[in-house]
């Protein structure tokens, strides 16, 4: 590369800037003139921004790999002194750096969530007098991760030795053990996977009539027990792990029994209908596996299965409901190893982000997660606690069931049988000091206001409700008999949220919605031009079994068009004016309105946010999100700023080119 400027003119100006010596070479060289590097030195450092990015950016070219050599090695001499611990490169000392053996490390010692957490990855273990854990870490001076660590590790009499590794390079080594797990995970899967659809195909269900009015319990207790029917009820437990659904509906018809699964929010239906002849010895062999009396037929009952599956533990809650044609049996799948706890896994919008974190952070009030079942409100109340979890922090949580194991929290069961109910553990847990209470749903007027003085004494209190939005929380707890002035003074904020399904990204479909289409949701087409909107690739039953004969079905998501779910939320924080209009008793649309007009981004807007970005599609907005009530308390705040048509009257969004309602343009 060739640079204008003479060498002696630019080690003048370096000496007279008295800059690094990095520094002095990038001007000595001509890369950069003195003025611009002291600037860029001081946005880096006012910024946390990288120098590299900076300087790039400023010059409009790359650093040559010779002075990006340089400043590496400058800054990693850097952080040796700053921390005062050795430093470690990962492109010199490639012998430390074993990607097998750090995962080994990470599996046996130091979990992935704390290398996550705490920018830090296990690198090698001694094996002296005292064994010692080699840890590059970005960040060494930092005190929670070293009280971590010392927790993990100081049972297992392993001492740790700190150094200092850059964040580029932790980032490039986490990613490729992370795309590691990936592809071992997907080669697992491949070896144990078994076609359960084809074997339940060709099953023997060569079993003796039995009618379902008048067989005896023992008979049927007797037919649970036979191979057969203990295979069939396996498979379908393994076929239901095995394509990662959330539910399993046992459900007698008139002519047979049907099996469905729920599968991303919507019921698929995996195999035919099965005779009929099997409901009493199926319905019995679930009951018997969840120690349920398969005596009782007129009552609902719940019960509880683990088993393990892949070399993990898996839980079902089970319930079973009697109906017309035999008891309907409904199992829940709580599979936390599958599942990554973390607020940055579930929230994809940074502010939204940011204020969940922030409101986490308080030492006391109440935070309320709302949603219908299913939305995923548990794992995001454990991830509030994942982040909050250290051993200066007592943290104590009532569940019914317990569906997560989190190490160094208090976690209690409730039995109604026994008179253990949240609001009796929540007054228990009140006498022994906790800083963070989880309550797993507030349901009663007792474990309402319980928890609200709970909140109001210096703890702080999370837990859930069954509301539509954000605001209706306030109803809600205004029902259960909770004084207005008690819920203003508690609240910190109320997170709703919804789980819509991720369009599969190998298979989606480009195309241009209408004007009607997208003026349903206040979307302008003229606004809406660079956007590009997706559509699933969704193939009919008869369609994926084709696909499937002739090789050419999407190998991602299988003809279902979508893959996985992401989640939309909508975050209240309570201010001044919230707590005003609390305090006055205001209705759920005002409270709405306020809160949109502050700042608050509505369910809807957060999942036509996740539409333009491609993660999902219009049509799942519509089916989970969509309700009118979410668009006109928007459309209410965005008219109190005077946004309206001036030949509809309609109230108008500030993107809008033109009114959704009659074309007419706003400018």
């Known amino acids: 590369m060739a640079y204008s400027s003479s060498s002696k003119r630019n080690r003048a100006i370096a000496l007279r800037n008295n800059l690094s010596p990095f520094g002095n070479q990038l001007v000595q060289k001509g890369f950069i003139d ?11 450092r006012k910024t946390g921004q990288s120098l590299i990015d900076i300087l790039e950016s400023a010059t409009g070219q790359q650093l040559p790999p010779d002075l990006l050599r340089q400043y590496k090695k400058h800054h990693l001499f850097e952080l040796k002194v700053l921390f005062g611990v050795e430093s470690v490169d990962p492109e010199i000392e490639t012998e430390k750096f074993s990607i097998n053996h750090m995962g080994e490390l990470i599996n046996s010692l130091i979990p992935l969530d704390i290398c996550r957490r705490y920018r830090l990855i296990p690198l090698q273990k001694k094996e002296e007098e005292q064994p010692i854990l080699v840890v590059a870490m970005v960040d060494p001076e930092n005190l929670e991760a070293q009280d971590d660590l010392n927790r993990i590790l100081r049972p297992k009499g392993i001492a740790v030795e700190r150094q200092v590794i850059t964040q580029a390079d932790y980032q490039q080594l986490i990613d490729q053990f992370l795309d590691e797990q990936v592809q071992k995970e997907t080669a697992k899967k491949k070896e144990v996977n078994v076609d359960v659809s084809l074997e339940l195909d060709n099953f023997d269900f060569n079993l003796e009539e039995a009618d379902d009015e008048v067989a005896d319990d023992l008979g049927a207790a007797n037919e649970a027990q036979a191979a057969p029917i203990i295979t069939l009820v396996n498979k379908i437990l393994a076929k239901a792990l095995q394509d990662g659904v959330s539910d399993i509906h046992v459900e007698p018809q008139e002519e047979g029994l049907k099996i469905r699964y729920r599968k991303d929010g919507v019921l698929q239906q995996p195999f035919d209908q099965m005779p009929k002849k099997i409901i009493p010895a199926v319905i019995a062999r679930f009951k018997i596996m969840a120690e349920l009396d398969i005596a009782e037929k007129r009552l609902p009952q719940d019960g509880k299965i683990r088993r393990m599956f892949q070399g993990r533990k ?7 409901l009697p109906s017309r044609y035999g008891e309907k049996v409904v199992l829940r799948i709580l599979d936390n190893s599958a599942t990554q706890l973390g607020l940055d896994k579930l929230i994809s919008h940074e502010p939204t982000l940011e204020i969940v974190r922030d409101m986490a952070k308080r030492p006391f009030g109440m935070i309320l997660v709302t949603g219908p079942t299913g939305s995923g409100k548990s794992t995001s109340l454990y991830s509030v606690l994942a982040e909050r979890n250290s051993p200066d922090i007592n943290i104590s949580t009532a569940e019914d069931p317990i569906e997560y194991s989190l190490d160094g929290i208090t976690q209690v069961q409730v039995i109604r049988e026994k008179g253990m109910n949240f609001a009796s553990i929540l007054r228990a847990f009140l006498r022994q000091d906790p800083d963070v209470i989880l309550v797993g749903e507030t349901r009663d007027s007792e474990t309402a206001k319980t928890a609200i003085e709970a909140a109001l004494t210096g703890h702080l209190v999370l837990t859930t409700l069954h509301t539509n939005d954000a605001a209706g929380a306030i109803a809600r707890l205004d029902e259960m008999g909770v004084e207005p002035f ?29 004007k009607e289409e997208l003026s349903r949701f206040g ?28 090789g050419s079905i999407c190998p991602k998501c299988n003809g279902v068009g979508y893959k996985g779910r992401v989640g939309v939320y909508e975050v209240m924080r309570n201010s001044e004016k919230l707590q005003a209009l609390i305090n006055e008793g205001a209705n759920t649309d005002r409270i ?18 996740l539409v333009k970005e491609g993660q999902t599609t219009l049509e799942e907005v519509e089916r989970v999100t969509f309700t009118d009530s979410g668009l006109e308390a928007e459309l209410k705040a965005k008219r109190k700023s005077g946004l309206t048509c001036g030949a509809c ?15 007419t343009p706003r400018f």
């Open 649 to 663: 009257r309609a109230e108008l969004q500030p993107e809008w080119l033109d009114c959704p309602y009659c074309m």
């Open 486 to 514: 008690m819920i203003s003074g508690a609240l910190v904020g109320v997170l709703a949220q919804r789980l819509m399904r991720r369009v599969c990204s190998e298979c989606r479909v480009a195309y241009n919605p209408t």
């Open 592 to 609: 709405k309105e306020t809160a949109v007009e502050e700042g608050m981004i509505t369910i809807l807007a957060y999942s036509l946010n």
């Open 314 to 320: 898996v839980d079902f809650r089970v319930n079973t």
């Open 34 to 44: 003195g003025d611009k590097m002291q600037k860029a030195l001081a946005e880096s």
């Open 523 to 550: 979307l302008s087409a003229a606004g809406e031009e660079e956007v590009i909107f997706y559509k699933a690739n969704k193939l009919e039953p008869e369609q994926i079994s084709a696909s499937k004969a002739n």
